[in-house]
């Protein structure tokens, strides 16, 4: 597994990640998206279907920086701790 994240350049993963947050971003401040769940009643989860829309929207953002993080820790591209300059 950490090989083949290493073998991935620099440039793939922005593309990657990128995209991965545009979709999100997208999806927090496009209102047709928001609008289309918005009237509606259901229940997910015990929660209503626009409450669950905005925490799965925070929970993705959430694992999206989560996994940005263990790509770029494997890859040894983190400063060392202390370190703000790398």
């Not at 350049?9 to 990640?17: A, E, G, L, M, W």
């Not at 009643?41 to 925490?55: D, E, K, Q, S």
Request: aromatic share 12%.
């Amino acid at each position: 597994m950490k090989d083949a994240i290493k073998v991935a350049p620099r440039s793939t993963r922005r593309i990657v990640f990128g995209a991965y947050f545009l979709l999100l971003l997208a999806m927090a401040l496009f209102p047709p998206f928001y609008l289309s769940v918005s009237g509606s009643a259901a229940l997910v989860a015990g929660i209503p279907l626009p409450i669950f829309y905005w925490v799965s929207n925070a929970v993705l953002a959430g694992l999206g920086v989560w996994a940005l993080y263990i790509v770029e820790s494997v890859n040894g591209e983190l400063p060392e701790e202390g370190n703000p300059n790398g």
